[in-house]
């Protein structure tokens, strides 16, 4: 038996725990007024084209990139630290890259993978431990591939794509962190190249889009969706919304820089228009806030400002500019609400500043984790009840569990959602005892960040 997430339902049920955590969220309902950007501390190295990951105890992990010079890539790394606002240099990887990704595993290790090296492309990756502060070694990609885009699916895997076919052409692949190898996805639709350009992102119903194709991992193949209203091809960003939908926004193509916007609608599968942003923009980023707004900033063409998307009203509005203009820079939401945005092709290379929401989000607070019942038997269900302040019918619940007969901890992530929910045990689930180590609540559901808290919990399943 595996635990599964908030789909299927079929997790063992726990006894009763009590815990204390805090995270931050506001709710989507009510948006909030633009912000402001304040300075923070510079980067060690100047760079571009490099990757920031908020790891789980809240710092970023900055990767690679280019400083303009020779060697075209950088095997520097380094953290930026929230409490202080100040970056220090942490282990080199051991392959200079840029153009590459990095992802955030559900242990806490970051995957490093593909990208561009001094003498071409590459097919080697490596994990980050953020115990050690080093770069170790895992299995190599099936083929090189710069531009990458990779998710974290729901299943614990990584999905790794080209960004754009146009540019370079490869098979998307799988990253199993249990084996350390990957393995190509079978099924791609190979859809015409001018299409096949965008980043990937996860649905709220597991299956990943990417440009015009849907990934499904539950039979590992691709299948056509749509075509996107927008004439940006290249150097668009992709992004979740709170109501399920994808927002697509700039981008360059035949008749160079766009300002349209669309959006996806799983329940259709098709896009449509959202009207223009305020300004063209291409090679920019773009953030979901804690409270439903999406904040796009930079740029090529519009390297100076930012905006930010309202959902509730459909509608672009202008927030300050920033700083210190900037294009190919990175954006990371910290676990405080803020947002980090870090290098880029600017006038001043190695430095960043923080967007800082006009409302910070309210701390959410669990004070206890309640089940119905100590033991269960295969093909029953239990129920559970989580308390505290702050939380809505949206929280989500991540959990941390080792399984009967088993020596390494795994995770599911969104195995509840809302204060209150049944889990069934199917009739196949392993007899013996399962132990619940963690739990770690979210509002965002693809939002897998922040400390699990230790805890605990047993249960035994008979057959």
Aim: glycine letters at 10%; hydrophobic letters at 40%; aromatic letters at 8%.
């Amino acid at each position: 038996m595996k635990l599964t997430g908030k789909k299927l339902r079929r997790l063992p049920r726990l006894p009763v725990l009590s815990l204390l955590v805090a995270v931050v969220y506001t709710s989507s309902a009510v948006a909030q007024a633009p912000g402001l950007f304040i300075p923070t501390g510079n980067m060690t190295t100047p760079r571009s084209y490099h990757t920031a990951t908020l790891l789980l105890n809240g710092k970023v992990l900055i990767t690679g990139g280019s400083d303009g010079h020779s060697p075209y890539s950088l095997a520097s790394a380094e953290l930026y630290d929230p409490e202080t606002g100040t970056f220090s240099a942490t282990g080199d990887m051991r392959t200079p890259r840029a153009f590459h990704s990095a992802t955030l595993l559900p242990n806490g290790r970051v995957l490093i993978a593909g990208g561009f090296v001094p003498d071409g492309y590459t097919a080697t990756a490596e994990v980050y431990d953020p115990s050690t502060g080093t770069f170790i070694g895992t299995g190599n990609m099936v083929k090189p591939m710069p531009f990458g885009t990779a998710t974290l699916l729901k299943n614990g895997k990584v999905l790794i794509s080209v960004l754009c076919s146009d540019w370079f052409s490869a098979e998307p692949e799988l990253y199993d962190p249990l084996t350390g190898t990957f393995s190509s996805a079978e099924g791609h639709t190979d859809t015409k190249p001018h299409y096949s350009c965008g980043p990937a992102i996860e649905l709220a119903n597991g299956k990943v889009l990417i440009a015009s194709e849907l990934f499904d991992p539950a039979t590992d193949t691709f299948s056509f969706t749509s075509y996107r209203n927008g004439i940006g091809s290249y150097d668009t960003t992709a992004t979740l919304l709170t109501n399920g939908k994808v927002l697509v926004a700039g981008g360059s193509g035949d008749f160079g820089f766009s300002a349209n916007a669309d959006l996806y609608d799983p329940s259709t599968g098709r896009f449509f228009a959202a009207g223009n942003m305020i300004r063209a923009r291409a090679g920019h980023t773009a953030t979901l806030l804690r409270d439903g707004m999406v904040l796009i900033t930079g740029g090529y063409v519009s390297a100076s400002s930012a905006e930010l998307y309202d959902p509730v009203n459909a509608i672009f509005v202008s927030t300050g500019d920033m700083l210190i203009p900037r294009a190919r820079h990175t954006a990371t939401l910290l676990m405080d609400g803020r947002v980090l945005m870090a290098g880029g092709t600017t006038p001043d290379f190695p430095s960043a500043q923080l967007y800082v929401p006009s409302a910070l989000p309210a701390r959410v607070v669990v004070s206890d984790l309640r089940f119905d019942r100590t033991s269960v038997v295969a093909g029953s269900a239990y129920s559970v009840t989580v308390s505290g302040s702050n939380l809505t019918p949206q929280t989500f619940f991540d959990v941390r569990f080792l399984s009967p007969g088993k020596t390494a901890s795994d995770a599911v992530l969104n195995w509840q959602e809302g204060i209150a929910a049944s889990h069934g045990v199917p009739l196949d689930a392993a007899p013996g005892i399962w132990t619940i180590s963690g739990v770690r609540p979210h509002q965002i559901e693809t939002d897998h960040t922040g400390d699990f808290v230790p805890v605990s919990a047993t249960i035994t399943v008979s057959p």
